[in-house]
């Protein structure tokens, strides 16, 4: 019983000492992600929910030769699971 005791104390001070330990790492700024700007797509509407790509491609997948542009990384997923359904005709 007393070993627990000592082992909860310990395991205490242990994560309050890594509370205190000030953090180093800086997070620097988020880098946006640079070089979509300039990418062609050839879908002006992310295929997946719909929203412009000229106004927020985060992400792209070539398909058939076309670059297609997404929203997000999920929309791209979502894509690569289904490119029948989304690539334009
Ligand atoms: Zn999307």
Redesign the pocket.
């Known amino acids: 019983m007393k070993s627990n005791i000592l082992m909860i104390l310990l395991s205490v001070s242990a994560l309050s000492c890594a509370q205190e330990t000030p953090q180093v790492k800086q997070v620097s700024k988020m880098k946006p992600k640079t070089g979509l700007k300039g990418i062609k797509v050839v879908n002006t509407d992310?295929p997946?929910?719909h929203?412009s790509t000229a106004q927020y491609l985060k992400d792209t997948a070539v398909y058939k030769g076309k670059t297609y542009g997404?929203?997000?990384d999920l929309?791209k997923k979502e894509f690569r699971k289904n490119p029948v359904k989304y690539a334009l005709k």
């Open positions: 992310d997946v929910c929203m997404f929203c997000s929309c």
